[in-house]
Each structure stands twice: as C-alpha cells, then as structure tokens.
C-alpha cells in the first residue's frame, strides 16, 4: 500500500484512529494500556539497509520506492487516551495523525501492543478488583504467549494495579517489584521437606515456604517446627499451590495460630482468577495475598477484542465504510466525559470543535515525530491514574458478575450529520 501510494502521489495527512468495536460478553470496560510501547516505536521508526535488502528480494518494489524507504521516519502527531483510561465501544483509543504511508506502516505494531496490553490491563483490574486490597502478583511468564507477551503482561498487570511479577526482566525493565518464592523442585532436590524448608530459611530470612509438595497441612507443620526450634529462624508466609484453597487456607491459619505464629501470612496460587478469588473473599477464606498465573497472562475468558485501526480522514475530508456492524464513524474525532458527583456518567464521541459537555479524554502526545513530555508520564503515575478511573466505574460495572447494565455512549450530532452525508454521497455516487 504505501508503494501504491507513492506511485499515485497520495502524500496527504491522513487520521487513523484504533478503537474496538464491542466488549466481550464478560466484560464491562477495559482499560487503555500499551501506549508508551507505540510512542518509544514511532519516535524510533526507520528501514535499516538489512530490512531494504529482504524487500528487495521479494521482487514486489520497485526500485524507486526501496531508496525512499531509507529517509522514512514518523513526522506525524499522536493524540491518545492516557494509559490506565477505562474506554468503551468505538471510542478511540489512539489517533495517529501523519502523511498516508507513514500512518498506514504503523498499523500492525500500533494495534498489537494496545491491544495486547489493554487486554491484559482489564483482566487485571478486575483480579485486584476482587482481591478486596489483599496484594495480588503477577506469576504468569511460563505460560504466556512468548517473551516480549510475558514482559507486556508483568507491565500492563502492575498498571492496573497488581503488586508486583515473579518475571526480573519486566521488573528491571519497568521498574515494577520482583516477586517470588520456591518451586517444588527445590523441596524435592532434598531428602525431607524440612531440611528443605531450613536451607531456604537460612539464605533467605523472611522468606515464604511452599508447603504443598507433599501434604499442606504438614507442611504447615513443618515451618512451625522450623520457627519455634531451629534458632527460631524468620518466615514470613507459607504458601498454598493446589487442592482447595478455602479449606487449607482455613485450616493453616488455625495450626499457625495455635502455634502463636499468626504473623505468618497465607500466600495463595493455582489456577487464580477474579472469580474464583472473589469466591475466596466471600467465604471468609483468611488468604493475604495471591499470585496469578495462567488466567491472567492469556485472559482465559476475554482473549482478544475486536480492535482495529481505521482511517477515518484523508487530505481533511471523512472517510468512511458502510460494512454490516462495521460502520467506521468519519472524521477525527474527541470524546468527552461527563461525571456525576464523581462518577462516570456518559461519553459522547464528537468532533474536535464542537461544544460538548464534559472532560476530554485524547490528550496530544506527540508532535512532529517528537513525544511531547507534559504528556509522557511515567508507569507509577499511569498506575495512579488507573486506580483513579477504576474508583470512579459506576457500581454496575465494576461487578464481576453481568448485570445487564451498558454504559452510555453517544454520537455527536456533528458525526452524524457527516456519516449521514458520505451515505447519500455513496448512494448517489
């Protein structure tokens, strides 16, 4: 395409905006996140003289084309919602704002790291949700899909409000707290548990103990044994890997209690997601904290939204598609918000200059190719900024469970009147 451009002489500003279009059955928002990867692509966007090579030999450019592709960089503007924003249907996500071809060779990178980490970002809203202020930590890497959706998802869960990742590189990366504990094969290396149990609690004072190799509750035990005879040494939790996790939680905070050690606290894993944690809650269960693996890192009940990056403006004029359940609202476009004693009331999505009521929610984070600072903020502000939006979901959305209940959104009547027009234009044309 960008070829076709240059043969056509199609060098105009065009606005491609990245929206989804509906929200999966099981869920009620989802939460803006992956930004900061598309800025830190953009402002580096260049063809090396290997990529120029392999398109070479791909016989399909002309040779025209593949010199330019060296002086290529992004010059354009980007406006975008701020990370950690809760966003609803077609609202945008994202405009990119630049000369056709260098908006249109962004596409690919532009949805894959949105939509991957707002994905993310919503499920794991919803698990700290849940988790009622007891600390959750991300635990996925082994089964996410690949390296770079492991350190997107330690980045986007920490967003959204989780503790911390059991996975160094995100940690170092991004600056998030590294997590982790045991795994069986140390308590297996060792003839028994508790020899196992001592080495660990030597090296690392103030460590938790995985106690579900063999059989929890004497494993529980065994760190008792362990604070209360060997030079008393410091555990600071146990941890429980398997089996049912409301009972052995119960059972273990009574052994660690009678033993006077009720400042030992109960770390909980296995298969952990929003639901069954909030089931955990509900039932009194006295966990303190949780790691989450599996259901989290590949949003087992939510995996993909149906995201998409549009041109909605070529050379000032509105662009537009008329596709069964896949009408593209023309223009560039605003959206504002509007609050009601401090929660989120309604949206409505407009043209730039029209006088609406409400906050806007596209701020402009690059300018000529460039990031714009005032509006660069870094991850533990962008993190502030989520628990902020989170806070302010109407009751009805921030349940877990459906609840029949849509948030409203609204098209401007400036939208309406040009997507209106472009349809009679394209019946008369």
């Not at 929206?19 to 260049?46: C, H, I, N």
């Not at 996410?144 to 990366?173: F, I, P, Q, W």
Request: aromatic share 8%.
């Amino acid at each position: 395409m960008a070829q076709a451009y240059m043969a056509e002489h199609m060098s105009g500003t065009a606005v491609f905006e990245t929206v989804f279009r509906k929200l999966p059955q099981s869920r009620s928002y989802v939460m803006a996140a992956g930004l900061s990867d598309v800025v830190d692509f953009l402002e580096t966007f260049q063809f090396r003289q290997a990529d120029i090579d392999y398109l070479h030999g791909l016989r399909l450019f002309t040779e025209g084309f593949l010199q330019s592709l060296s002086a290529v960089r992004f010059t354009g503007d980007v406006w975008a919602v701020p990370e950690g924003t809760v966003v609803f249907p077609n609202e945008p996500i994202v405009q990119v704002i630049a000369p056709i071809a260098e908006a249109q060779l962004a596409e690919t990178f532009v949805v894959n790291q949105i939509h991957l980490q707002s994905v993310i970002a919503s499920k794991a809203a919803r698990v700290v949700e849940a988790a009622r202020g007891r600390m959750v930590v991300e635990f996925g890497a082994r089964r996410a899909h690949g390296t770079d959706a492991a350190l997107k998802v330690a980045r986007a869960s920490y967003l959204a409000g989780m503790a911390g990742t059991s996975n160094l590189l995100a940690a170092r990366e991004y600056g998030i707290p590294a997590f982790g504990t045991m795994a069986h094969s140390f308590i297996q290396a060792f003839d028994n548990e508790l020899d196992a149990f001592d080495a660990f609690a030597r090296l690392y004072p103030g460590t938790t103990l995985l106690v579900d190799t063999y059989d929890p509750l004497r494993g529980v035990d065994h760190v008792i044994e362990l604070v209360k005879h060997r030079e008393r040494l410091v555990v600071a939790g146990v941890r429980l890997d398997s089996g049912d996790l409301g009972a052995l939680s119960k059972a273990t905070r009574a052994k660690l209690d009678a033993a006077g050690l009720n400042q030992i606290e109960i770390f909980a894993s296995s298969g952990l997601d929003e639901y069954r944690i909030a089931a955990l809650m509900n039932d009194g269960c006295p966990i303190d904290a949780f790691a989450v693996g599996t259901k989290l890192v590949v949003a087992q009940d939510a995996p993909a939204l149906d995201m998409a990056y549009k041109l909605v403006e070529y050379d000032g004029v509105g662009r537009t598609k008329f596709s069964s359940d896949k009408v593209i609202y023309p223009g560039r476009k605003q959206v504002v918000r509007r609050l009601d004693h401090g929660v989120f009331a309604a949206d409505t999505i407009g043209k730039p200059d029209e006088q609406l009521d409400g906050e806007p929610l596209l701020v402009p984070v690059m300018k000529n190719g460039r990031r714009l600072p005032q509006h660069d903020p870094d991850l533990p502000a962008s993190r502030n900024w989520a628990r902020q939006q989170i806070d302010r979901l109407p009751p009805q959305l921030r349940s877990l469970e459906a609840t029949g209940w849509s948030y409203p959104v609204d098209i401007s009547p400036g939208i309406a009147r040009e997507l209106e027009r472009l349809r009679q234009a394209q019946q008369l044309g």
